[in-house]
């Protein structure tokens, strides 16, 4: 059974940070590409950042370049956001996604998997 399990979100002031965890089973977890993504109320979904399986580069939202840091443990089967200087703009449920795209030919086959989110509020 594939699961994808986020913990780390909150309350926080402005100016702080949090750090956000998604620990993944079921599946081969450093094979797939990670990302993290958020969606605030009455707003579209908005990738945030991602990172390839290891060796790759990771990619940032130009909203939150310079403040926020993905990264994984492919031992741990853990995804991380480092997110710092936090502003009231950043809240929103926050969600990891795994990935993967098999090319096969002229065809593909692509995994794709969803955690529940976790809740950030940044309010004085």
């Known amino acids: 059974q594939v699961q994808l399990v986020e913990s780390g979100g909150g309350l926080v002031q402005p100016g702080g940070s949090l750090r956000l965890s998604c620990v993944g089973s079921g599946f081969t977890f450093s094979m797939f590409a990670m990302s993290w993504y958020r969606q605030a109320p009455g707003k579209e979904r908005e990738l945030v950042a991602d990172?390839?399986?290891?060796?790759?580069?990771?990619n940032y939202a130009d909203s939150v370049k310079g403040r926020f840091t993905i990264s994984r443990d492919d031992a741990k089967n853990t995804v991380y956001l480092q997110m710092n200087s936090l502003k009231p703009e950043d809240t929103a449920v926050y969600s990891c996604?795994?990935?993967?795209?098999?090319?096969?030919?002229?065809?593909?086959?692509?995994?794709?998997?969803w955690g529940q989110g976790t809740q950030v509020t940044v309010s004085s």
């Open positions: 990172l390839p399986t290891a060796g790759g580069s990771e």
């Open positions: 996604n795994a990935l993967q795209i098999i090319i096969e030919g002229t065809s593909h086959r692509q995994y794709d998997y």
